[in-house]
């Protein structure tokens, strides 16, 4: 029922690491990004010092905060496709609140809080209590958020947002030395990963990745399923909302902004080697696969590969990573799953009808 | 729909589900659906069957339609195509650029796009078999490299249909446009695939429990490829459809989203989302209900972006019918698992829970993994 052990040894020195390598997981996907950011290294020298590496944690934070909330979702064995869409509605909605005024800031991020948990309730509590199964649960969500925000606002983004709004995608501790800023949203992904790795190392994450595993079994051992599965709904909901905040302020409001993030939080959490289905990965390693998914694109645009041609790589990759984490699974599963060698799936999307 | 708090009507939806099965059920529900809207429509002075709308359903419902049979076979071997709605792209464009204008390479135009579109599903089945992927990254990062194809090489309308075959998609024989025949057809020869021949079972079987296949001497990966590669040459036929329309090969339809709506169509139709359980008729209901809606929202002028919203609710509440009207109970593989646990999920525990004794409660499904 403990997370994979790759999350304990890591830091326990090299040797450790270099053991862990041939098992995958969170040293696989760690080896990964330090190639990654060694290529970007030759093509761009200056890239480590300072400025060039914050501005890229600035603009890799929104993913790795909605990587978080989406590993909390899949360790629990489901999916939330809505995310996307909840980051789109949520930056509309706050520009229309807002519309310039500084003093509405904080009471609408406060209400854009509740408008997440509101969401994510529904997301849990339609999955687990109707027994619906994920995937068509947050694909109504998503379709539901996606018309609902189109027909508040007549089709296009009205309003703006306040500049206190915004600082939190794209302003910082100014003056550090060294770094040179250091940004806000580096701060909240950071906070947000640390309180992620406790949260999983508490009763609560047990549970979550108990479930995932098998969920008869935790129910068995007195889980309560449902109550599990729906916080991590919740969770990721309040993650998207987190990113909507970064998003919004870094890139400002448009009517596309969202579309797809669901696919790319989903490829992140899977690089970093968590399963489809539930029960195994770490939280560490989701977040690493968003970091190497946005190293990705640097390098892409480093290479002045047309950005066209980006979602190619991007779908041979996660392909391919999920080949590799299947192939390591042949040497470490437990006989129980080793003695499936046809099961064409590692188990399959929306488990919650139990 | 049904409230979860009432028993009542769940359990008569359950005695109704038993007589009908599940297929009968969907049929009744679109029955419904069409009364209700005929009589919607007609309080507004206006009438629903008009030669123009029932064609304008019947064309939606064709397009949909290949879509959703090639992903109900997919989906009952306990897998998933996301990538249906870029082979559909792909496919315009490749016959649009093979037939170039030319009506004497209808023919070729034809081939080669589905030859395309099946090797990519054989592509799709390959990974998901042979390297073990999870379906829906194997085929989302099959529709990713689709679109970076597509947007790198085709920035605008690509090729020519020409007239002779842009018939397909404009004919009709009164009310019956050709390609909604040819997606009956289809249909049909779905059906008796899954009924009548060898590798139609084994699919069920798969998708019921691989390891149990497995060891009744299936050999597991041919019928899951098979189907992959099925449902990609039915996306394929869904571009041809696509492009005979346009009259020529566009790159951008697969922002259309059809590959989550084929999915939704599926699932309406009551085919079980984790496989070996559902078919091909209840899929056409599906494409049908979900068709009316749609054409039903355009003859009310509702706001196109309310009727995204009305589409989202509408198929959550459907599953979540279905959910309830007691599959869980209709199907149990293990019965010798033991008696459930004192709260095995959220159902006795969270509810009112009035009379315990007369729900079955759900059984662990012991054969799913």
Redesign the interface.
């Known amino acids: 029922m403990t997370p994979t052990p790759t999350q304990d040894t890591r830091g326990s020195g090299a040797l450790a690491a270099l053991a862990a390598l041939g098992r995958g997981g969170t040293a696989t996907v760690a080896l990964l990004l330090a190639l990654i950011f060694a290529g970007i290294a030759t093509q761009n020298p200056s890239f480590f010092e300072g400025p060039p590496l914050m501005a890229f944690a600035q603009k890799a934070a929104p993913l790795v905060v909605l990587a978080i909330g989406q590993y909390l979702v899949i360790v629990s064995g489901e999916f939330d496709l809505s995310v996307g869409s909840l980051v789109g509605a949520q930056v509309v909605v706050a520009a229309r609140l807002i519309d310039g005024r500084e003093d509405m800031t904080l009471p609408v991020i406060g209400l854009m809080m509740l408008f997440g948990l509101a969401v994510g309730l529904v997301n849990g509590l339609v999955t687990t209590l109707l027994r619906v199964p994920s995937i068509i649960t947050t694909l109504g969500t998503m379709l539901i958020l996606f018309g609902a925000v189109r027909y508040w606002t007549g089709g296009a983004p009205t309003g703006a947002l306040s500049e206190s709004f915004r600082a939190f995608g794209r302003r910082g501790i100014e003056g550090v030395p060294v770094l040179g800023e250091i940004p806000w949203a580096l701060l909240i992904a950071l906070v947000l990963t640390v309180g992620a790795v406790l949260c999983m190392r508490s009763p609560f994450g047990r549970s979550l990745v108990a479930t995932g595993d098998n969920d008869v079994a935790a129910a068995f051992s007195g889980v309560r399923v449902w109550r599990v599965r729906t916080m991590a709904f919740v969770g990721s909901s309040l993650m998207a909302t987190v990113a909507a905040v970064l998003i919004g302020g870094y890139a400002g409001v448009t009517a596309q902004v969202g579309d797809g993030l669901e696919f790319t939080a989903i490829t992140a959490v899977v690089l970093g080697g968590v399963v489809l289905g539930g029960g195994r990965g770490t939280v560490v390693a989701a977040v690493l696969g968003a970091l190497t998914l946005e190293a990705l694109f640097t390098l892409f645009t480093q290479f002045y590969l047309p950005s066209t041609f980006q979602p190619s790589v991007q779908g041979l990759i996660i392909i391919a990573a999920v080949a590799y984490a299947a192939r390591r699974g042949d040497l470490r599963l437990p006989e129980r799953l080793r003695r499936r060698p046809d099961h064409p799936t590692e188990r399959s999307l929306g488990t919650s009808r139990r | 729909m049904t409230p979860?708090s009432t028993p009542a009507p769940t359990r008569a939806l359950r005695s109704l589900r038993s007589r009908l099965g599940t297929t009968g059920l969907v049929y009744l529900a679109l029955a419904v659906l069409l009364a209700v809207s005929a009589a919607l429509v007609a309080a507004r002075g206006e009438n629903l069957l008009t030669t123009a709308n029932t064609v304008d359903l019947l064309t939606r419902s064709s397009l949909l339609g290949f879509l959703a049979i090639g992903q109900t076979l997919v989906i009952l071997?306990?897998?998933?195509d996301l990538s249906v709605g870029y082979v559909a792209a792909l496919s315009t464009v490749v016959a649009a650029t093979t037939m170039a204008g030319d009506p004497s390479r209808v023919v070729l135009g034809v081939a080669v796009t589905l030859g395309v579109a099946g090797l990519i599903g054989l592509a799709n089945g390959l990974?998901?078999?042979g390297?073990?992927?999870?379906?829906?990254?194997?085929t989302?990062?099959?529709?990713?490299?689709i679109?970076?194809?597509l947007?790198?090489n085709f920035q605008g309308p690509a090729g020519e249909i020409p007239a002779a075959f842009q018939a397909f998609g404009y004919t009709r024989i009164s009310v019956l446009p050709v390609s909604t025949l040819v997606m009956l057809g289809m249909a049909v020869a779905a059906v008796l695939f899954l009924r009548r021949t060898r590798t139609g079972y084994h699919i069920y079987a798969?998708g019921g429990d691989?390891?149990v296949a497995?060891l009744s001497g299936i050999?597991?990966?041919v019928p899951?490829v098979t189907a992959h590669v099925l449902c990609s040459v039915t996306a394929g036929v869904a571009g041809l459809l696509l492009a005979a329309r346009f009259g020529t090969g566009s790159a951008t339809v697969y922002s259309g989203g059809y590959e989550?709506e084929a999915?939704?169509a599926v699932?309406l139709g009551g085919t079980y989302?984790?496989?070996g359980r559902g078919g091909v008729a209840g899929t056409v209901a599906g494409v049908l209900i979900l068709a009316t809606l749609d054409t039903v929202f355009n003859v009310l002028a509702v706001?196109?972006?309310?009727?995204?919203?009305?589409?989202?609710?509408i198929?959550?509440a459907a599953?979540?019918v279905y959910?309830?009207g007691g599959n869980?109970g209709a199907r149990t593989r293990f019965p010798s698992g033991g008696a459930a646990?004192p709260?095995?999920?959220?159902?006795p525990?969270?509810r009112a829970a009035p009379d315990p004794g007369s729900e079955p409660s759900?059984q662990?499904?012991g054969g799913?993994?």
């Open positions: 979860p071997c306990r897998s998933l990974v998901v078999t390297l073990r992927v999870n379906p829906f990254i194997a989302l990062g099959m529709g990713l490299i679109k970076g194809y947007d790198t798969v691989a390891e497995r050999r597991s990966g899951t989550l999915i939704a699932v989302l984790l496989g706001d196109p972006f309310v009727k995204e919203v009305l589409r989202g609710v198929v959550i599953v979540a959910a309830r869980s646990p709260s095995p999920g959220p159902r525990g969270s759900p662990p499904l799913r993994r």
